[in-house]
């Protein structure tokens, strides 16, 4: 922990990738706080206050000692009036009225459940709360209800899906991702991004990464993919994106673009030996004892085109609001338009190549910062 004279919070940035941050959080209380906030927010479709409290939770979440007065964050970017208070009733009373009035908000709660469904946004959250319903069991029940695929599967592996993935589960279901993409591509390179890039030990999902090195592109390779693992009974779900992606096209301005690569949200189901194996151990037994091998897990799968390798990969490794920086640094620090398949700079009004995240960071003029340093 380094003592105060040594840290200058006029030179900490307001954005997030000119800062570090691991996941050793020592402000746990204030950006827990405001992530609540900023879901609240996030729910009642207000952008801007949203991001208010999650730019102000990542600047705590980068700082190297815990906040314990008012003057410990004098002169830090990112701390508007609303986050001041926040911090100041946490400072004094150890917790915050705001926030713990919105954890027990009947909207809040019920759009909180709604939301850890698959398949389930605001939008439908919205409709749900106004047809009286408050709980995903309620939903369950509604036998009237029109639901899409996706909410459909999402329902039905409710359980498996709300409780996190682990870094074993995600070990092995990398293993059998490579393993069937190299069944039919020897050389593709299989990469995990999103949390588990950024070193967290559990996520909501997995999501990976493949290119194929070289000139030679597989349309079909997704589709071999998923083809296969129906066969062999692993695919409990999948919506396969076909890549929308235009040449020459500009990157998008959006703050939260979705990009156009081909890609596939997947549940699949993931085999767990049994541990205790005393007494059920014929497959006979577990069929008549009912007890369930498997466990239901997320996966993403995106197809990238090996020269937009670097950008995708920078993009799916996160965290979503480190991205988000990245992308209006860009823009506003730089005159550049940066997406997941390129960097357009606006006065040479060329697209630059990168064959590395560390070419990237170069091209916008940043000091490169790790994998594990991008947790903002
Ligand atoms: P978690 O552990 O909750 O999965 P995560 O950081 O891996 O955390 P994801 O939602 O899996 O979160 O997303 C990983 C990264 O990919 C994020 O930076 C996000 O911005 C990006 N991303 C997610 N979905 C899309 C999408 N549909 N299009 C483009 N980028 C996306
Ligand atoms: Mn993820
Ligand atoms: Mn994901």
Not at 8 to 21: E, F, G, H, L
Not at 144 to 164: F, H, I, N, P, R
Not at 249 to 269: E, G, T, Y
Request: glycine content about 6%.
């Amino acid at each position: 922990v380094l003592e105060m004279p040594a840290f200058i919070a006029t030179k900490v940035s307001q954005y997030s990738c000119q800062r570090k941050t691991t996941l050793n959080n020592s402000n746990k209380k204030f950006t827990d706080a405001f992530e609540v906030m900023a879901e609240n927010y996030e729910f009642k479709e207000n952008e801007i206050f949203c991001l208010e409290f999650l730019r102000a939770a990542s600047l705590l979440k980068s700082l190297p000692f815990s906040v314990t007065r008012m003057k410990d964050i004098q002169g830090l970017p990112c701390m508007g009036d609303q986050v001041r208070d926040i911090i100041e009733e946490i400072i004094e009373e150890g917790e915050s009225s705001r926030v713990k009035e919105v954890l027990n908000d009947e909207r809040y709660k019920a759009f909180k459940q709604f939301t850890s469904v698959f398949g389930v946004g605001v939008k439908t959250s919205e409709k749900w709360y106004r047809m009286g319903l408050r709980t995903v069991g309620e939903v369950k029940a509604d036998k009237t209800l029109k639901l899409s695929k996706m909410q459909k599967a999402g329902l039905l592996y409710y359980e498996d899906l709300v409780s996190c993935v682990s870094k074993a589960e995600a070990d092995a279901v990398s293993l059998i991702v490579k393993n069937t993409v190299c069944t039919f591509l020897p050389d593709a390179l299989v990469t995990i991004t999103g949390g588990f890039r950024r070193g967290k030990n559990i996520g909501h999902d997995i999501d990976f990464l493949i290119t194929n090195p070289g000139p030679r592109e597989d349309d079909e390779l997704l589709h071999k993919v998923i083809d296969l693992w129906k066969k062999q009974g692993l695919l409990l779900y999948c919506d396969i994106i076909e890549s929308t992606f235009v040449k020459e096209q500009l990157p998008s301005r959006k703050v939260d673009a979705m990009d156009h690569f081909q890609k596939c949200f997947a549940i699949l189901k993931l085999y767990q030996p049994r541990v205790d194996n005393s007494t059920c151990n014929t497959s006979e037994q577990l069929e008549m004892a009912e007890v369930k091998d498997w466990k239901a897990i997320r996966v993403d799968l995106v197809i990238t085109p090996f020269e937009q390798y670097s950008y995708a990969l920078l993009g799916w490794t996160g965290s979503r609001q480190f991205g988000r920086d990245l992308r209006r640094y860009a823009a506003h620090e730089r005159k550049m338009i940066l997406d997941n398949h390129g960097l357009y700079d606006r006065r040479k009004r060329i697209f630059l190549k990168a064959g590395s995240e560390e070419e990237i960071f170069a091209h916008l003029g940043l000091d490169y910062v790790e994998p594990w340093e991008r947790n903002a």
